[in-house]
């Protein structure tokens, strides 16, 4: 039972991260910019990774659902058909946002081309996806231990001296559209993970293991990212304080920054593909072109799409998370 929820722990953490986590940005822009109120933030945020997290993977595993679509036809009801499509256009625009990050990558910090970037990442992601959910857990099994390891080396640097500010009232909604945000992404791996794992108290288990992780993280991530002056000024603040305090571990960082935005991607592709293998019955040809599709959207601009459809997404996000909470647990 332990071997199975560990390898659920790791699918969780390194589904709910991404290129905004690795940099850093996605911290700074929802807790560490609040100061110390940011902390008690972080923790009201692992609580509901804990809980939803777990909530949502016992309810697929309970109803059976093979895909996002069913778990959210069981949430939203009639209007599930709408989300669903809604979803899968939000799912492949931020699926190809995390290939072209993996792209910069590629370009910034390892000097190369970024279209070599794109293309080895997304041959990558064809080999794992060979494998289907099997594929997934390996990759997570390999970046989770080396996300815990860093976050470990950033916990034992002094954190800077945060100090206790009074954040706008809107910075208390923050640990809520950051974790609807992100199980809303995750459930399309969550979901079918849980189906597949017959052992309600492995996935139990879990849950717990991979939210605290995550909390375990976000608050390394934190309290490294304190240190930093301005630290909104910077578009990678991770990358400063690696430069800064643990020089000699910058080219492992960029290792992470690729795996964790990896993760990710493969994650979104693995969700989409079992949408589309629905209407398609040539599931080898369905991936290719998913993956050709996204490479194609990864080279333009797409920047004025998500825009519009993050806050879109955010706001049914809050929805989805109140109705994990709101609907009864299957018998």
Do not use: C
Request: no cysteine; proline share 3%; hydrophobic share 60%.
């Amino acid at each position: 039972m332990w071997m199975r929820a560990i390898q659920i722990a790791f699918v969780y953490v390194g589904t709910v991260v991404g290129a905004g986590f690795a940099t850093g940005k996605e911290i700074v822009q929802f807790f560490t910019q609040y100061g110390a109120i940011g902390t008690v933030m972080i923790a009201g945020s692992g609580g509901l990774f804990i809980f939803l997290g777990t909530r949502l993977m016992v309810m697929a595993n309970r109803l059976q659902a093979r895909s996002y679509e069913q778990m959210n036809a069981y949430l939203f009801g009639k209007m599930s058909a709408v989300v669903n499509l809604f979803m899968f256009v939000v799912l492949f625009s931020v699926t190809s946002v995390m290939l072209s990050g993996a792209g910069a990558v590629f370009e910034e910090q390892l000097h190369m081309p970024a279209h070599v970037g794109l293309m080895f990442t997304v041959l990558l992601a064809f080999v794992t996806m060979l494998f289907g959910l099997n594929g997934i857990l390996s990759v997570n099994l390999i970046v989770v231990p080396l996300m815990i390891a860093f976050s470990l080396s950033i916990s034992f640097m002094n954190g800077g001296e945060i100090v206790w500010t009074k954040p706008p009232l809107a910075a208390f909604f923050s640990p809520f559209a950051y974790v609807a945000f992100n199980l809303a992404m995750a459930q399309v791996v969550l979901v079918p993970l849980a189906t597949e794992v017959k052992d309600e108290r492995a996935i139990r288990l879990g849950g717990w293991l991979g939210g605290l992780l995550l909390m375990f993280i976000l608050f390394s991530s934190h309290f490294a990212l304190s240190l930093l002056p301005n630290l909104l000024s910077y578009s990678i603040p991770m990358a400063e304080v690696v430069k800064r305090s643990l020089a000699s571990f910058y080219g492992l960082y960029v290792v992470i920054i690729y795996g964790e935005i990896f993760s990710s991607f493969v994650a979104g592709v693995f969700g989409l593909h079992r949408k589309l293998a629905l209407f398609f019955p040539n599931t080898m040809f369905v991936l290719v072109a998913l993956l050709l599709a996204m490479y194609a959207f990864s080279l333009v601009g797409y920047h004025a799409l998500l825009t519009v459809l993050y806050p879109l997404f955010g706001y049914m996000s809050i929805v989805f998370i109140f109705l994990l909470f709101y609907r009864k647990m299957p018998s």
